[in-house]
């Protein structure tokens, strides 16, 4: 019998980003140059696939500096972490290596500066995500304000309206921040922003990637984990964009194929945390049910790439 045929709009870039890269290639570095156990605080990125294969080379994922044994090397995760933490680490003697996204350390540079300059900051992002603990724990307590949509900035109390700055999270939905950048402007019209952009690259070219394959498909499918931002939003952008039946999936062997039943054109991307392996596993598993005529859609090409930096070694006992 044969299989129905199935349209496969792919989008590209997807996936992996620069500041992922090489937050694995510091755990793996670290783990070459000093041998397991590195740890590492919080998931270096989040994909389980990455931290399975890390922890199976010998990385022990941590969420707490007091988990690390005295004399141990930890790696901090590409999200960034509050400035207690290398204090912390450094007032126990232990080596550490920070993979945080120079992206990510570039809007900690100018929450700094702004807090300098004697402004509150209205941080847009996501409660409790690791990247906006990070950035509030740049400044001190009430240094920084989270705004989490448009209503927070609608109803915001501030200390000063004339000294206010703000910036955002890195991996959110275009659309939706620049209705909150909005709505702050039209309260705050003296608001200071970020020169360029805090939303990165990759963040903007897979969300536009994906806007431009949604509305071909009945179905988006978007491979990611539920706890990484960039993924949720993609999901959200393939909807607003005209494809209300898009989801997350971990990979092919835990996709629901029901959700393709009479469906004759799904986009497929990755989000910026996620292997271009599972993509690939999720085509090969499309083939063994449908006709796929594969066709990939590149928005943009990506070479952005970051240096690593030295890792410590750790003494021999
Ligand atoms: S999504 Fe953007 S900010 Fe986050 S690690 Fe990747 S490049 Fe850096």
């Known amino acids: 019998m044969s299989h129905p045929e199935l349209t496969v709009l792919l989008a590209s870039p997807r996936g992996f980003c620069a500041g992922v890269e090489r ?32 922890r199976a080379k010998g990385a022990v994922f941590v969420e707490d500096l007091d988990e690390v044994p005295d004399g141990a090397l ?16 450094k007032r126990r003697r232990l080596l550490y290596a920070d993979a945080t996204c120079p992206l990510v350390s570039k809007v900690h540079r100018g929450v700094e500066q702004h807090h300098r300059n004697g402004r509150t900051v209205l941080l847009i992002g996501h409660s409790g995500h690791p990247e906006v603990v990070g950035t509030m724990g740049q400044l001190p307590d009430g ?50 922003g970020p020169r360029r952009e805090d939303i990165c690259y990759a963040t903007t070219n897979r969300q536009r990637a994906v806007e431009a394959i949604a509305p071909r498909a009945e179905l988006t499918l978007i491979i990611g984990a539920s706890n990484s931002s960039n993924s949720m939003r993609l999901v959200e952008v393939a909807r607003a964009a005209g494809c209300p039946r898009a989801t997350l999936v971990q990979n092919a062997r ?30 090969a598993a499309c083939r063994q049910r449908f006709t796929v005529s594969l066709e990939e859609v590149e928005l943009v090409r990506e070479d952005v790439s970051f240096r690593t930096p030295p890792i410590p070694m750790r003494q021999a006992s």
Do not use: C
């Open 23 to 54: 937050a694995i290639e510091i755990v793996e570095r670290a783990l070459e140059q000093n041998g397991p156990p590195v740890y590492v605080r919080h998931e270096i990125v989040h994909n389980r696939h990455v931290v399975d294969g890390l």
């Open 74 to 89: 930890v790696v901090f995760s590409a999200h960034g972490v509050p400035k207690a933490v290398p204090a912390e680490a």
């Open 143 to 192: 240094a920084v304000i989270l705004v989490e949509d448009v209503e927070q900035a609608l109803s915001v109390q501030v200390p000063d309206p004339e000294n206010l700055a703000y910036a955002t999270q890195t991996t959110l939905s275009l659309r939706e921040t620049e209705d909150v950048v909005a709505a702050l402007k039209r309260r705050f019209p003296g608001i200071a």
């Open 254 to 283: 835990e996709m629901d194929w029901r959700l393709l039943d009479g469906v004759r054109a799904v986009a497929i991307s990755a989000g910026a945390s996620a292997p271009e392996d599972l993509v690939d596993e999720l085509i």
